[in-house]
C-alpha cells in the first residue's frame, strides 16, 4: 500500500516539479571566495582583478585599510553591514599589506551537478533511499522551480548548447519570477548582467508536469557539458560486470539492468515507481538496489518494442547500490521479477510492452549479458509462457503468430544459449521441432505480430524456426 507520504511525494514531483538550489555565492564574508581560505583583515591588501564583473554581497560591517575594486561590478550591503575604512592599529594574525585576492567566479556553470542541490525539505520529505536520478536530471530541468537564496550574490555562466533553459519557475532576491517577460527585465539590469553571463536564455514557463506518464527533462542537448563537469577531465570508473550498459540520459556505462517500457493512456510513471518500490524495493533481496524511472525519446530503443509513431518510452534504469564496482547481479535478477511482474499485471498499470537489456558480472556467466534484449508482450500468450520458458526464448528470421494486443520479441546471444544447455533440459513444447501449431495461432491479418531478428550482436539458430519442423509458410 503507498503510504501517504510517498502520495504526497509523487503530487509534488509530478505537478510541481523539483526545488533546485543554487550553491556557489559570491559573498564577501565567504571565506572559501578568497584564495588564502579565510577572510581579509582589516590591515591587508584586499585585491579584486580590474577585468572582473561581478556583484558581491556584503553581511557583516567591514574594515577597510587598501581595497582594489574592479571596474565594472558592485558592493550590495546587507542590513547593519558596511564599508568603513581601517584604524590601522596592528592586530594578532593580521599582518599588515598581506595581499587577500577575491577568486574568479566566471566558472560557475549551470550544468554542473556540484553547483546545484535538490531540496526536499520544501515539501517536508527527505529524498527516497531507492531511486537515484540520472545525470541529466542533475541540474535544473524543464518543470523545476530554480532557488538563488536571498541575502547573497553569485555569477552564473549560461553558456549553453541549447537556445533556451527552460524552467517552471526562478527566485532571486526575494522575488520569485513566473513568467520571461519579468525575468528578462531583471537579467538586463545591471545587478542581472553581473549575476548572469553567457550565450543562454532562461525561459521561464511557469508550466507544470500535467503528463501522468511523465515529462523529459530536456537537459540531452547539454549532456555534453554535464558530463565535462562531472568527470573535470578524467574518465569514466572500470566496471566489473561483462558488456555494461549506458542508459540515456547517463554519463557512464552502468553495471545491472535497463527495461524499456511501452505503454498506453492509463499509464501513471510515479504510481508505477511507487508500487515497484513498495512491491520488490523493500525485499532484503534488493534493499541495495536503485532505480531511476524516467521518460526518453526512442532513438535509442528497439523498434521492435515500440510502434512506428512512439515518441517517448519509459527507460527503468537497475544498479546494485551507489558503487561504481558494484556487479550489478541483484539489479539484474530484479529486471527479471519485475519483468514477470509485467507478464502478470501489466495491463493494470497501462504497460503495453516491455525490452530489456541486462549485464552480467565475470564469475557469474550464466546471468543475461547486455547483449541480451527481451520484449515481453502483455498478453494470452505471455499469461501461458512459464519463466523458464522465456528464460531460452527465441531469435528468429520471421514468423506471424497471432496474439491479442500483445508480441514477444526476445534476443539471445551466443553464449547466453550456450550458457542455458537447452539439450538435456526441460520438456518445452514451445521449443519442440515436432509440436502442431493449431490453425487458430496462425493468421495472416492486421493482428498477426512480425518477430524480426536485431541486426546488432551475434545470434544462434533456434529449434522453434528449424527447417524440418513448422515455419511461416505452413501458416
Known sequence: MLTAAFILSLYCHVAGGLHREWLPDTNFNNASNWDKGKLPCKNNRILFSKDQELAVFVQTPIDVKEMYVPLDGEFILGHGAELAASDGHRAPGCETGEEVTFKDPDHYSWYDPKNWQTSFSAIGLGQDQHAFPLDEETVPCQHDDVVFQPATSFRVDLNSDAQNIHLQTISL???????????????????????????????VTNTKCEDRSGCQCGNSRNLRRICVNLLQGGHCPELDCVNPLKPQGHCCEICGAIIYLKYDGKFNLELYKGHLINSFLGLDDYKDVRISLTKVDTQHVSKAALPNNALASIQTVLVDGASSTAT???????????????????????????????????????????GTMAGIGIGVLLAALSTAGLAATFTSPRIRVKIPSAFVNVKNDLNRYAAFNVDG????????PQVNLSPDLCSTGEDAINIVPSQLGSYITNPMFNPHGFGEQEC
Open 173 to 203: 532576491m526575494n522575488k520569485r519570477y513566473s513568467s520571461s517577460e519579468d525575468f528578462l527585465e531583471y537579467r538586463e539590469s545591471h545587478t542581472g548582467r553581473l549575476q548572469f553571463h553567457g550565450n543562454g536564455s532562461v525561459t
Open 328 to 370: 550489478g547481479t541483484s539489479a539484474a535478477r530484479l529486471a527479471e521479477d519485475i519483468l514477470a511482474d509485467i507478464t502478470r499485471q501489466g495491463d493494470v498499470f497501462g504497460i503495453v510492452s516491455a525490452e530489456v537489456q541486462m549485464t552480467t558480472s565475470d564469475d557469474e556467466p550464466g546471468n543475461m549479458s547486455a
Open 425 to 432: 533440459g526441460f520438456s518445452n513444447p514451445v521449443f519442440d
